[in-house]
């Protein structure tokens, strides 16, 4: 499933939840998941959220992005709604994924990436 991909994922402590301010925290985990891969060569850098979200929340976390990433906020796009898991396969992808490594951590297995 993951051969010849790259792929990042943040894992969050209660501690990192209860420390960071809410309005902050899906901008920076965004952030965090896109860091890696800067500087971008991409003209344009389209993010998609499953769940709904305000505008007000969508144009914070693009500005977080385009701080924490060192990219011109006009490059960023925010897409969210109901049900993207099941709109767009990537985003199914990364759901699954993420489940299964939550499940994978909370029974103690060791996960490689390969």
Do not use: W
């Not at 991909?5 to 894992?11: A, E, G, I």
């Not at 809410?22 to 003209?43: A, C, M, N, R």
């Amino acid at each position: 499933m993951f051969s010849k991909r790259d792929f990042t994922f943040v894992q969050l402590t209660e501690e990192d939840i209860r420390t960071t301010n809410k309005k902050d925290l899906k901008g920076l985990v965004i952030s965090s998941l896109l860091y890696p891969f800067t500087p971008f060569s991409e003209e344009h850098i389209s993010v998609y959220i499953d769940g709904e979200m305000s505008f007000q929340s969508s144009q914070y976390i693009k500005h977080l992005i385009a701080e924490y990433c060192d990219l011109e906020s006009p490059r960023i796009s925010i897409r969210s709604g109901p049900h993207y898991d099941q709109i767009y396969p990537v985003v199914n992808l990364a759901d699954e994924t993420a489940h299964y490594i939550f499940r994978s951590d909370s029974t103690g297995s060791n996960l490689s990436r390969t």
